[in-house]
């Protein structure tokens, strides 16, 4: 059974501090990872992965993917109260008669002024 | 505001009913996803059409069912309605198929209780 599994599930820390949320996946016929931010309303998209090792960045997020060890982590530096939401990933899938793809349950980050 | 519509934004209902929710994609995008997010399950990808034709299945239970329209918005049909689907449906549209993946962007979703 394809899975998603994300890490921490919960983190909390002070503005201005460093985290890294992990993610790790079991999908056949993988094609993709991609990373949301949710805040109150819907999903927003942060990154699509699809290659080893290229890392992605935008402003203070940066996210990368190791098609090897099948997890991928997202950066993010200097952080900001506005920067608390659950953050998402999915591993999307494709082949076999069958696309799609997986979420896994999200890590909820909250950032203390 | 991605650009996508959903409604209505919230509905409650009985147990055993039949809902439908509606969709409507950003301008020009031909995908549209359907997501049911609950607590317990998290987010789950339901199914995506483009235009018009059916795409891509995920764990879309056989009491629902999906369509998409040649203006292509898009009806997600719930039927005999259990406590459990309460949850956020989500609708998402992009430009390209699934197959060749592009940005999706999410709609505001639409709140279902079942009571």
New interface residues.
């Given amino acids: 059974e394809d899975k998603v599994v994300q890490s921490p599930l919960s983190l909390v820390v002070h503005e201005g501090d460093t985290v890294t949320l992990n993610c790790s996946y079991e999908v056949t016929n993988f ?2 990872l991609l990373w949301y931010k949710q805040e109150k ?5 942060l990154f ?1 992965l699809t290659s080893s090792g290229i890392e992605k960045k935008s402003g203070r997020l940066s996210s990368i993917l190791d098609k090897k060890e099948l997890f991928s982590i997202l950066n993010i530096t200097a952080t900001q109260t506005g920067d608390s939401a659950i953050y ?1 990933c ?1 591993s ?1 899938y ?1 082949g076999g008669g ?9 890590t909820h980050l909250i950032i203390q002024p | 505001d ?1 650009g996508v519509t959903q409604t209505p934004k919230h509905l409650i209902t009985a147990t055993g009913q039949r809902v439908t929710l509606r969709c409507s994609p950003r301008s020009g995008d031909l995908s549209v996803y359907w997501y049911q997010q609950s607590l317990d399950q ?4 339901l199914i ?1 059409y483009y235009n018009g034709e059916e ?4 764990n879309i239970l056989e009491r629902f069912s999906a369509q998409q329209f040649p203006d292509l918005h898009s009806e997600l049909n719930l039927s005999s309605l259990e406590l459990g689907d309460s949850a956020l449906y ?1 609708c ?1 549209s992009s430009v390209g198929d ?2 060749i ?1 592009n ?7 639409t709140r279902l209780t079942v009571l």
């Fill in positions: 094609r993709s309303k819907a999903p927003t998209f699509m998402l999915a999307t494709s069958a696309d799609g793809l997986t979420f896994g349950k999200g | 991605s998290g987010l789950q990808f995506q795409r891509a299945k995920g989500f998402a699934f197959s993946y940005e999706q962007f999410f709609g505001p979703g």
